[in-house]
Nanobody
Framework: QVQLVESGGGLVQPGGSLRLSCAAS????????MGWYRQAPGKQRELVAI???????NYADSVKGRFAISRDNAKNTVYLQMNSLKSEDTAVYYC???????????????WGQGTQVTVSS
């Protein structure tokens, strides 16, 4: 069974930093894009950052210059380095990836369970 497992959330003061990690595991055939979304209370889930297999990235305007997404293809892992955090970054952060498993080889969207990031003094 293919799955995504996130780690690295927590409580941080404004201006602080956190790094999120998300590892894909299971009987994986291929991984295409990997990315991070977030959902704040009462708001829709929104894209934060995404990275494709070649390393090209795209960011939400609200995080440009503060967040950096990267991936380690050998470890099937994507990271999100978050710097200069603001209270408005508080949300549940979800890892997302389009992957196929070795048995069906059908591409599907996979989501992690979510990790809470709280920015507060």
């Amino acid at each position: 069974q293919v799955q995504l497992v996130e780690s690295g959330g927590g409580l941080v003061q404004p201006g602080g930093s956190l790094r999120l990690s998300c590892a894909a595991s299971g009987n994986i055939f291929s991984i295409y894009h990997m990315g991070w979304y977030r959902q704040a209370p009462g708001k829709q889930r929104e894209l934060v950052a995404i990275i494709d297999t070649g390393g090209s990235t795209n960011y939400a305007d609200s995080v440009k210059g503060r967040f950096a997404i990267s991936r380690d293809n050998a470890k099937n892992t994507v990271y999100l380095q978050m710097n200069s955090l603001k209270s408005e970054d508080t949300a549940v952060y979800y890892c997302n990836s389009k992957m196929s498993d070795a048995r069906s080889r059908v591409l599907n969207d996979y989501w992690g369970q979510g990790t809470q990031v709280t920015v507060s003094s």
